[in-house]
């Protein structure tokens, strides 16, 4: 054994075994720590290996368990059972391609449910955001907005000498409130003082992109003419503010579309609960097992 010191006697013997028998006689070997293989072939790449598609196999195995394992801890559920780590135990060949299939399989819902949840969810914050812009817009208007704002650009024409021979528009959306005392500025400049605009907090904190709570506020711009339109619009778009070109122009059709919207969420809202349920089985059932796959 070369330069290798022991406590106990050693000899260096040769196995010839059947390929179809090599792995259950290594498994057998490697219960027990008596056996140190010697590699015959060192100048052999490991990619060029016989045996290197069984490795990938294997680590491709483990990798989907390490990856449940982070799916099961980030639902707060806990792994049965606890790991021996003096167990050397190999399971035969035929539970190991049937564990295979069945990692392949879980893998595959599990990500499904992260995207189906995720899309379900990105749905839900639209709808949440297109229900506080009707209730709001309909405050702006009950409070006569519509009426402050042709008095306020008016007064701002003929101070300025600026503006548009044209009917008053708006458009209304959605805003982060930590950006809205400075989009205010801008837009006020941008607009030489001929928009009108005003805003009303969200109550409920909503999800960004990256799950985060944001706190956003719903405004309303009122403007003259094409080109104060364009110049609202690329404001909003440089502050990724959210404009919600189809927002209804009557009280009446507001609430129709506010109906509309709460039944949707309280469509989206189930078919999350019954995601969450269904997800939850999947991993609990993947925790009852996880340590004994390993």
């Not at 021996?84 to 990692?103: I, K, R």
């Not at 009950?142 to 000498?161: C, P």
């Not at 999350?272 to 009852?288: K, S």
Request: hydrophobic share 35%.
């Amino acid at each position: 054994m070369g330069s290798l010191v022991r406590s106990e006697e050693m000899r260096f013997c040769q196995l010839i075994v059947e390929k179809e028998a090599a792995f259950n006689c290594v498994a057998e070997l490697g219960k027990q720590p008596y056996v140190q293989f010697k590699d015959l072939n060192p100048d052999v790449n490991p990619f060029q290996r016989t045996f290197v598609r069984h490795i990938r196999r294997y680590d491709e195995m483990e990798r989907k368990l390490r990856f449940l394992e982070s799916q099961i801890t980030k639902d707060n559920i806990q792994i049965a059972g606890r790991l021996d780590q003096g167990d050397y135990s190999v399971m035969p060949t035929a539970e190991l391609n049937q564990l295979e299939a069945t990692l392949a399989d879980l893998e595959r819902d599990v990500k499904n449910m992260n995207e189906s949840d995720a899309q379900l969810k990105k749905n839900y914050m639209e709808l949440k955001e297109w229900d506080a812009v009707l209730e709001k817009t309909d405050e702006f208007f009950q409070g006569g907005v519509d009426d402050q704002a042709a008095e306020e650009l008016e007064v701002q024409e003929e101070e300025y000498g600026k503006g548009e021979k044209a009917p008053i528009s708006y458009v209304v959306g959605v805003i982060e409130r930590s950006r809205l005392l400075v989009f205010e500025r801008v837009l006020w400049r941008a607009s030489h003082h001929t928009a009108y605009l005003r805003s009303a907090a969200i109550d409920e904190d909503l999800e960004d992109e990256n799950r985060e709570k944001v706190q956003k506020a719903v405004f309303i711009v009122f403007y003259k003419g094409d080109r104060l339109r364009s110049i609202v619009e690329k404001v909003c778009d440089g502050f990724k503010a959210k404009l919600m070109k189809n927002c209804p122009k009557t009280f009446k059709d507001r609430q129709s579309a506010r109906n509309d919207v709460r039944a949707r969420l309280q469509d989206v809202k189930t078919v999350l609960g019954q995601t969450t349920e269904h997800r939850f089985r999947v991993l609990q059932a993947a925790a009852n097992n996880h340590n004994a796959w390993l």
